[in-house]
């Protein structure tokens, strides 16, 4: 019998964990024994049906799975590989990672870098990933150390912890947007102290959330040779407005909303770039040059202060948690 968080249809007010129907794993190349999964805000979304992330159904959730290889029809995949699949429609149209087993073209997997262990990549897993393309994005525009400081929205959230880690290994000044402090710009909790101090940012490498959370000048002083953003809405804009002359702007995530009410002022007058950056089906170059940077930065154990370990029993507790911004950096879902 296998386990996983599943939703049969939309009108649920949120997902179970549930036997499965192993039937539903046959048909495909590789059959993974799920080791770890991760809880990205995405997940957490689909968890609780607050946005419809979901496009067919019956689905199981989770964007993000790592496991060992226990049948195989591919000599690229033996039996006994630990390995690991990031996005590629998991969770959306193809039964995801929430669970403990996982059955998907062989094609969709990829290597765990050498070196690093099962764990270590599910507290990554698609954030990790996600945040190593958006800097990689800036080295490519190209933006280098010195040039400016670099605005990492949402600096409490996998993403941003992630991206501020691999600026802080390659040389980058970051400034962390974050509703994780008080006017003042101290932390709300010890728990939040113990994040910004381990990420590097102090009180003057910090700003409230609620400055570029609402409607703002269509130009702004000119502040950030670069913005790492994983919020969207009014606070993308106004990213945008406070980016240097030529700089670039990586956007990845939507958790302020979907909407992008700007003007084109700060692209034909400051000659900006706004650089989208989508995770789900990235060539396995792209992708393994994103994991060797993740590798390069960050050891087998730098993660730890970040890690909060679930049961998969435990997932949606966790989901309720991440929607109320109540954690900082990641959930590692344990479905062993």
């Known amino acids: ?116 262990s099962a764990r270590w990549a599910a507290a990554l897993g698609t954030a990790g990933y996600t945040a190593a393309l958006c800097v990689m994005a800036l080295q490519d525009h190209p933006v280098k150390p010195g040039d400016g400081p670099v605005l990492v929205t949402g600096v409490s959230g996998g993403v941003g912890t992630v991206a501020t880690l691999l600026l802080n290994h390659l040389g980058y000044e970051v400034v962390g947007l974050t509703g994780s402090i008080d006017a003042t710009g101290a932390p709300v909790s010890d728990s939040a102290a113990a994040h910004f101090a381990r990420l590097g940012l102090n ?44 700089g670039v702007v990586a956007a990845c995530g939507l958790a302020q909303g979907m909407d992008f009410n700007a003007t084109v002022a700060p692209f034909i007058l400051r000659g900006i770039t706004l650089r989208g950056i989508n995770c789900v089906y990235r060539t396995h170059a792209e992708r393994d040059r994103a994991w060797s940077l993740l590798a390069e930065a ?39």
């Open 203 to 246: 009180s003057t490498h910090l700003i409230h959330r609620e400055s570029m959370s609402r409607p703002g000048k269509p130009l702004q002083k000119e502040q950030f040779a670069a913005v790492v953003d994983s919020v969207g809405s009014h606070t993308l804009v106004n990213a945008c407005a406070q980016t240097r002359y030529g």
């Open 1 to 116: 019998m296998t386990r996983g968080w599943i939703s049969h249809n939309k009108e649920q007010t949120e997902a179970e964990l549930l036997a499965l129907d192993d039937a539903m794993l046959a048909g495909q190349e590789v059959v993974l024994e799920v080791l770890y999964s991760c809880l990205n805000y995405k997940d957490a979304l689909a968890l609780t049906h607050t946005a419809p992330i979901a496009r067919t159904y019956p689905m199981v959730h989770g964007i993000d799975a790592v496991g060992r290889v226990v049948e195989s029809t591919t000599p690229q995949w033996p039996v006994g590989t630990i390995c690991q699949v990031n996005d590629w429609g998991l969770g959306e149209t193809h039964w995801g990672g929430l669970a403990e087993r996982l059955a998907v073209p062989a094609a969709w997997i990829s290597p765990i870098p050498e070196g690093r």
């Open 298 to 336: 960050l050891g087998e154990h730098d993660l730890d202060f970040m890690i909060r370990e679930v049961s998969l029993h435990h997932a949606m507790d966790s989901a309720r948690q991440v929607l109320a911004n109540q954690l900082q950096g990641r959930v590692v879902v344990n479905c062993g």
